[in-house]
């Protein structure tokens, strides 16, 4: 087969017969077959063979023969100069040759080193006694199998790929086995602790005794080995210990030869030391800072290699993703990339079947998975995420596998819940399973998500399942399901907003990034929508302890005034109860004139506004007012907004009750509140009712016995007259009733929602019962609104004319003088 | 009239613009909004909307998208354009980060 060509051919010496040299010959065989004369120094006495198969051979699914890669007929073809069983001890990179350990010289124009690597052994008394073996090549199988002929114990160091997978095969070979591993959980670098535990399991069920966090100490024994003591004082007894600790890249020759080497043989992204004659592949190698030591980077470095050797412009060598799959027969994991805590995340599990998805996301990309049970999706997964494919689109349907992506467009989810068998769980939190879910909806007529929740625990935890308990709903019930009511709060979740407000208190959610991970948002930081709702509701929840969001909240409340259409801003100082001075009026007239106001206007509220105003000048528009006691009415909030009153009995002839003082009172009671909506009140001082009372949020009406209480009026793009909550006899009652419902509406309304809407949603009853007839809840409601008002008691006009969030009103730069900046012809 | 890129003007430190934010610079042709992503990245773009001129750098920065103040149009901070049904485009500026400094390119800025 061979020719002889009329020039010589060049000298390629390869040093090393694994996996990694076999490959690259393969891929330069595939591009020049002839354009080297080749000699190849394996240490181990045989031809290439894969050695990620010898687990199987351990375990006896598979010969030797099975797991060759290259046979003689092989090295025949290709003309290689096999020399099997001789080491190479030295390279002379001057004259270009390697001398082997028999003092035979090899010239060389290219070299290859692929040494592999070699098992790490501990350094522990002992570690030299006969019956102590690695896991690296068939002879060390071949101890292991006649060690286990004998029966007796077996003691495997290291939890990780290879030391469970030793593991697995000695104890089918009839040794009783035990693991021991320094680390907490099993193949820590690979899994997470869910599916380590699974795994753990699946391997004590076997026979095999797992003993984690576990430091070996020393391996006891005479002329061979009889037993391993841990840390602790243990001794476990031992025919056989194999230590599967790791590997560590084989450089030896490479350093005494003076190529770089840091952890491994350092290479360019074209496998080349720093010997132009010299290239390096597979586990030896350091490229970019990283070993590998695992099978497809070391396809991945043949490729460029062999390429480059067959002369053509290769594209170089970028690095690997890796992913890893453990060869025992009944245990089906896969891992690949990244898994650390904190990241968006979407898992599955399924108990009673041991399965454990876990798709890791950062910006809509997998990162990485950890599948455990069933990993038919372990390569699709890992497509995807080598190729870093956006799957916003199928996200919703992601964890339940390539199957349900059905021809790009996602599958319906109430197809893919309904496609699911009974015992598959869906919610992970209580550990419900479909079938339990579809059970009870059916027998005891379930027809809404809260029924499912309070009567099965599904999805009252996380909520994160909310979306696939409604399709179990809609699935089981048909048309008679409805859903009318349930609305999400927004695309970032399937929740709705009485959802969220419930799941932030039952799980103590203290920041807007801890529920958006937590109630598994869909986007990394919300929207505009739902982003000033969550700060409200964490604001409302955890008075004090909150800290509030600016870049959460509309602009009008970022920058405490009111944006207008040209970008200006317009600012209303509070007048309380609508009432005014001399001295405060002079104050506004002034800071009208010195910037420049161009209109002035009295509100609807009883107040002034003051229109135009450049956002740079607020502080010091705000300066001004202060120093003339005047604080911020608040006219941009969703919020206190203003009492309207009436002059009431002081004045009126018709006057029932002082409703002026009234609102000034509430007014100073309640201001600084924030709210779902805004918030407008009046008090009348009789039921003429000059304050129009009865078409705001809460409205008070004073009448000879006392006060009535009224709520959920709007006069704005609805037009609704208030209902009456009841009647106090008291001032004082009538400050805590009305603080109190508003406190009730401040709990429960969602964002956006004002009073009217509340109350008709909740029911008038429900609202009276909980203020007028709950003495004690009244009262509670009552100290969590003066809670809450702690911490909202100072004025944010005055803080920010003292020079707070002035990052908000500057500019960053102004640059006003730019030289010509087109150079001379 | 061609005017050269790369008049690379130091504007402030990163820190200065508030994550999920924005700040003003104001050049003598125009004011211009420097947005900074809850991913410390930094895009600058017109400080005016497409649609009624609402100044960008009061909106809410949400991913790489602001929502303008005034009527909720959602521009993408990479190139100014409008997002979903609505349609227009704040023109954008290079601007870039180097040792924790923001830098935008007045030869652009500064050009009509």
Excluded at chain 1, 302 to 314: D, H, P
Aim: proline share 4%; glycine share 10%; aromatic share 6%.
């Amino acid at each position: 087969m061979s020719q002889v060509s009329a020039s010589p051919r060049k000298k390629l010496v390869v040093l090393g017969n694994g996996m990694a040299a076999g490959r690259v010959l393969d891929e330069l065989f595939a591009r020049a077959p002839d354009l080297y004369e080749i000699t190849v120094f394996g240490a181990e006495p045989r031809v290439n063979y894969d050695r990620i198969m010898l687990s199987p051979v351990l375990a006896g699914d598979k010969q030797f023969d099975d797991i060759i890669i290259h046979d003689d007929a092989w090295y025949a073809q290709h003309n290689i100069d096999l020399r099997r069983g001789e080491t190479v001890v030295a390279i002379d990179r001057a004259a270009r040759n390697v001398r082997t350990q028999s003092g035979m010289v090899e010239p060389y124009d290219e070299l290859i080193i692929a040494t592999g690597s070699r098992p790490i052994l501990l350094p522990i008394p002992g570690a030299e006694l006969p019956g102590v073996v690695t896991f690296r090549d068939l002879d060390d199988v071949n101890a292991m199998l006649t060690a286990a002929k004998g029966g007796g114990n077996a003691v495997v160091i290291g939890g990780g790929l290879l030391g469970l997978e030793a593991a697995a095969g000695l104890a089918l070979n009839g040794m009783k086995t035990t693991v021991i591993h320094l680390m907490p959980t099993l193949m820590e670098r690979q899994l997470d602790p869910n599916a380590a535990y699974l795994l753990q399991k699946a391997i004590e069920k076997r026979g095999i005794e797992v003993l984690t966090g576990a430091n070996t100490n020393a391996i006891l024994g005479d002329s061979k080995v009889t037993a391993v003591r841990l840390q602790d004082g243990r001794t476990l007894p031992a025919d056989l210990v194999v230590m599967a600790v790791g590997i560590r890249p084989n450089t030896a020759l490479a350093k005494d030869a003076g190529l770089e080497v840091k952890r491994g043989l350092v290479v360019d992204d074209f496998l080349m030391t720093n010997d132009e004659h010299i290239y390096a592949v597979g586990e030896c190698v350091e490229h970019r800072g990283q070993c590998y030591g695992l099978v497809a980077p070391l396809y991945d470095m043949a490729k460029t290699l062999g390429a480059k050797l067959a002369g053509e412009q290769a594209s170089g060598y970028a690095g690997s993703s890796t992913s890893t799959k453990l060869k025992v027969t009944g245990v089906d994991l896969f891992s690949a990339g990244d898994f650390a805590e904190g990241e968006d995340e979407i898992v599955l599990r399924d108990p009673s079947r041991g399965v454990y998805k876990r798709v890791v996301l950062r910006d809509n990309r997998i990162i990485g998975a950890v599948l455990y049970g069933d990993t038919g999706d372990g390569p699709w997964y890992f497509d995807l995420l080598k190729k870093s494919t956006d799957i916003a689109s199928m996200r919703d349907m992601l964890i339940f596998g390539q199957a349900y992506q059905g021809g790009g467009a996602p599958m319906d989810p109430a197809a893919a819940v309904a496609a699911l068998s009974d015992d598959v769980e869906i919610c992970g939190c209580n550990g419900v399973c479909k079938g339990t879910i579809t059970k009870a909806i059916t027998a005891k007529g379930l027809t809404t998500i809260d029924d499912v929740r309070s009567q099965t625990k599904a999805s009252s935890s996380c909520g994160q399942c909310t979306s696939k308990v409604e399709a179990l709903l809609k699935f089981t019930l048909g048309d008679a399901y409805s859903a009318s009511g349930r609305k999400p709060m927004c695309k970032c979740t399937d929740l709705t907003h009485e959802e969220v407000r419930g799941f932030i208190l039952s799980k103590e959610l203290k920041s807007v990034p801890a529920v958006m991970q937590e109630l598994g948002w869909k986007t990394s930081c919300g929207c505009p929508s739902c982003r000033p709702a969550l700060n409200y509701y964490l604001l409302c929840a955890w008075p004090g302890d909150y800290r509030d969001d600016p870049q959460s909240r509309f602009i009008n409340e970022r920058a405490h005034a009111n944006i207008q259409k040209d970008g200006t801003f317009s600012v209303v100082p509070r007048m309380w109860g609508g009432l005014t001075t001399p001295d405060e009026l002079r104050a506004i007239a002034d800071v009208a004139e010195r910037f420049h106001v161009k209109t002035v206007k009295v509100t609807g509220g009883q107040r002034i506004d003051l229109l135009g105003i450049k956002k740079e000048d607020l502080p010091a528009v705000w300066a001004q007012l202060s120093a003339a006691g005047m604080v911020s009415g608040q006219a941009y909030a969703k919020g206190l907004r203003t009492v309207k009153t009436c002059v009431g009995s002081e004045w009126c002839r018709f006057g029932t009750q002082d409703s002026t003082g009234l609102g000034v009172k509430l007014e100073h009671f309640l201001c600084g509140s924030w709210t779902p909506a805004k918030v407008k009140l009046a008090v009348s001082g009789c039921p003429r009712n000059c304050a129009e009372a009865t078409v705001k949020d809460i409205g008070v009406i004073c009448v000879e016995s006392g006060y009535d209480i009224h709520i959920a009026g709007a006069a704005g793009l609805h037009v609704r007259a208030t209902d009456l909550l009841g009647h106090v006899a008291t001032e004082e009652e009538a400050i805590e009733y009305v603080a109190a419902v508003l406190q009730l509406y401040r709990e429960q309304a969602a964002y956006l929602e004002r009073i009217w809407k509340w109350a008709e949603k909740t029911g008038l009853e429900k609202i009276r019962a909980a203020i007028m007839d709950d003495h004690e809840g009244r009262r509670a409601l009552l100290e969590r609104f003066k809670k809450s008002q702690h911490a909202v008691r100072k004025d944010p006009w005055a803080e920010r004319a003292a020079g707070q969030e002035l990052h908000e009103f500057m500019p960053l730069a102004v640059l006003n003088t730019v030289k010509p900046l087109v150079p001379a012809e | 009239m061609q005017h050269s890129k790369d008049f690379w003007f130091d504007i402030g430190p990163l820190h200065a613009i508030p994550q999920r934010g924005a700040r003003t610079v104001k050049t003598p042709r125009r004011e211009i909004a420097v947005f900074r992503t809850a991913s410390d990245e930094v895009f600058a773009l017109e400080n005016r909307c497409p649609h009624k001129g609402g100044p960008l750098s009061d909106g809410i920065v949400h991913g790489r998208k602001v929502a303008c103040p005034l009527h909720n149009w959602i521009i993408n901070l990479e190139d100014g354009e409008a997002t979903g049904a609505d349609k227009g485009c704040a023109r954008s500026f290079p601007v870039k980060i180097e040792n924790g400094r923001v830098y935008l390119d007045m030869g652009v800025a500064a050009a009509p």
